[in-house]
C-alpha cells in the first residue's frame, strides 16, 4: 500500500497536505483496494453490540447503544407489541431522545452466539430479542418493564431476562420491593409476573385508551423479602 494512505483516509490533515493523496496510478489503484476494507471495518466497529452486563446459560443482557435504536423503534411500532404495553408511535429520533433522557436502567435482550465476548464482539454474534428495563431504581420505588419482538415469544426468555433484571436490580439499589404494571387484557405479561413471584396489589380502572376500548391497568409488586425466599 502507499505510504501514508492508510493513515490519511479520513484524516487528510494528518502529516501534512503532501502526503494526503498519492495521485500517481499505483497509488489510485491502492486506494480502490484498501476503500471497501477500511469502510467494512468502519462499519463493523460502529454496529457492535453493548457491553455484556449480566447472563444466564441461554439470555444475555447488554446495554442499549446508538446502533440498537432501528431495532427498537421498529419492534416498539408493531402492534403485538404497542397495544399490550400501550406505547406511542415514536421515530427514531424519539426513540433515541427517551433513552438518552430516560431515569432508567435498560438491556438489550440478547443470544450471544459461541464467538461473542463480554465487550467487544460483532454484530453476527449477538440475536437481539428485545429490551427490558427498571425505571426510576435510584430514587423511587423502581417499575419493570419488559418486551420481546413476537418470533421469541413462548420460549422462555421472556422469564429469563425478569430473573436476571430482578437479581441485578436488588443488588444494585436498597429498594425494598419493584412493581410492574400490566394490562388487565395482557395474559402473556400477567402470567409471567406471577411465576416469578409478583403479586397483584391494585387496579387502576380505565387507566388508558388502547386499541379501541378503556383499559384497566393491574399494580403488581414483589418484595426483597418475597425475591430472597425463592432463591
Not at 47 to 65: C, I, K, N
Amino acid at each position: 500500500m502507499t505510504p501514508g494512505l492508510a493513515d490519511n483516509l479520513f484524516n487528510p490533515h494528518i502529516g501534512g497536505a503532501t502526503q494526503c493523496v498519492d495521485w500517481s496510478v499505483k497509488g489510485i489503484f491502492a486506494w480502490i483496494a484498501y476503500f471497501p476494507k477500511a469502510y467494512c471495518r468502519i462499519q463493523e466497529h460502529r454496529s457492535m453490540p453493548g457491553a455484556r452486563v449480566v447472563s444466564d446459560e441461554r439470555v444475555t443482557l447488554r446495554t442499549v447503544e446508538e446502533e440498537d435504536i432501528p431495532f427498537l423503534q421498529r419492534a416498539s411500532a408493531n402492534p403485538e407489541i404497542r397495544y399490550p404495553l400501550g406505547t406511542p408511535i415514536r421515530n427514531q429520533d424519539e426513540i433515541e431522545d427517551s433513552y438518552e433522557n430516560g431515569d432508567s436502567d435498560r438491556f438489550l435482550v440478547c443470544l450471544d452466539g459461541d464467538s461473542a465476548g463480554p465487550a467487544q464482539t460483532t454484530e453476527d454474534d449477538v440475536t437481539r430479542l428485545g429490551v427490558v428495563n427498571v425505571m426510576d431504581a435510584d430514587w423511587k420505588r423502581p417499575e419493570l418493564g419488559c418486551w420481546l419482538v413476537p418470533e421469541f415469544h413462548g420460549d422462555g426468555y421472556g422469564k429469563e431476562s425478569v430473573l436476571l433484571v430482578l437479581d441485578y436490580v436488588f443488588r444494585e439499589y436498597d429498594t425494598p420491593v419493584v412493581g410492574a404494571q400490566a394490562f388487565e387484557f395482557n395474559d402473556a405479561s400477567r402470567g409471567l409476573l406471577e411465576s416469578v413471584g409478583f403479586t397483584e396489589e391494585g387496579r387502576l380502572r380505565k387507566f388508558m385508551f388502547v386499541d379501541g376500548e378503556h383499559r384497566d391497568m393491574i399494580q403488581y409488586g414483589l418484595l426483597r423479602r418475597e425475591w430472597r425466599e425463592q432463591e
